[in-house]
């Protein structure tokens, strides 16, 4: 029973890019979050999707970032025109239910630099 | 709005003492709370969960949180320190009835032998 699939692990991006996270829940589960972390920080809320629908994406930068969940596939984070700001490690999870209490299974992240 | 606080963003033990990493939390309704894991280059790993059930929760690798409403803490400690135990430990609340986790910035255990 495969976990959460984050890939690349790594993903180097120069400025101006686009970096394209990819994330497959566990199997089972439809509920999916985006997390960042940056440097010595904890882990800050990004997105919560659903398939085919964003729940919230109140922790989203306004502009260059979004997100999608088809019918089929994974999940995709995309970030265009990448800055050096846009360095962090990036972490999804999935949950089976909702409600507050179930906690999340979490992949091993993609730690995406920007040169 | 809910936050967490991880008084300590370095704590160092010896193998074979009390490990003691400390969370506060702020939240206007009952909270659900958690202590995660993470190790070098890895993702996050759940320890251990409060869910308005038994206030003392076990959880894996002999850890163990305490839930206290008076002192709005849930502090994780361990009897004994295991050199496979340093790592970096985040406490996480969840905002209201979602599963939108509000996350500390975390505390470095380092087990010196």
């Known amino acids: 029973n495969a976990g959460v699939m984050q890939n690349p692990r790594h993903l180097v991006r120069r400025r101006g890019q686009e970096a394209r996270l990819r994330c497959s829940p566990m199997k089972g589960h439809s509920h999916v979050y985006w997390y960042r972390q940056l440097p010595e920080e904890g882990l800050k809320f990004m997105v919560y999707?659903?398939?085919?629908?964003?729940?919230?994406e109140s922790g989203m930068p306004k502009e260059r970032f979004s997100a999608e969940f088809p019918k089929e596939g994974p999940s995709i984070l995309r970030i265009q025109q990448v800055v050096r700001g846009d360095s962090a490690a990036y972490f999804c999870?999935?949950?089976?239910?909702?409600?507050?209490?179930?906690?999340?299974?979490f992949g091993s992240g993609t730690r995406l630099t920007v040169v | 709005a809910q936050s967490v606080t991880q008084l300590g963003s370095h704590v160092s033990v010896s193998e074979g003492a009390l490990v003691l990493l400390r969370c506060n939390y702020s939240s206007s309704v009952p909270p659900y709370l958690f202590w995660y894991v993470q190790y070098p280059n890895q993702g996050l790993q759940l320890l251990l969960k409060y869910t308005s059930a038994a206030t003392l929760v076990k959880g894996i690798n002999g850890f163990e949180a305490e839930f206290k409403k008076s002192e709005t803490s849930f502090h994780l400690t361990k009897p004994s320190a295991h050199m496979s135990d340093a790592a970096e430990y985040f406490c996480a609340v969840s905002e209201g009835n979602t599963d939108k986790l509000i996350f500390g910035t975390g505390t470095r255990l380092q087990v010196f032998p």
């Open positions: 999707l659903q398939k085919e629908n964003i729940i919230d």
């Open positions: 999870a999935s949950t089976r239910e909702t409600g507050g209490s179930y906690g999340y299974t």
